[in-house]
């Protein structure tokens, strides 16, 4: 398991962020909604790794076929539409059962 440094510290191992990818969406859309490019930017500007959209993409899905997110479609401005994303009360209640879960694994170590 590989970590990347930076001058605050270690950041999250790589394997973990893979693990962890649909909760970190979810987390990313607890105060609005997104689309996948901004989600990814938003990550990478908390420390994250940068996720690729062969991850990003997938794990979005699944997050919608779970009845995690919903989706809606916005016009472009001069581009192509995007996806926008947004959590739903089954997501958050998945998110915070999440948080909770890590809460207990952080008192084991």
Known sequence: MT???????PLIPAG????????????ELEDAPAHGYALARNLEARGFSPVKGASLYPALGK???EGL???SWEEGRGGPG????EISASGRV????????????????
């Open 69 to 71: 997110v919903s989706t």
């Open 82 to 85: 995007r996806k926008v994303y």
């Open 63 to 65: 997050l919608e076929a």
């Open 16 to 27: 973990w962020q893979r693990a962890m990818l649909g909760f970190l969406l979810l987390a």
């Open 94 to 109: 998945a998110l915070g059962d999440y948080r909770g879960a890590l809460a207990r694994l952080a008192t084991l170590l």
């Open 3 to 9: 970590s990347q440094v930076t001058a605050s510290g």
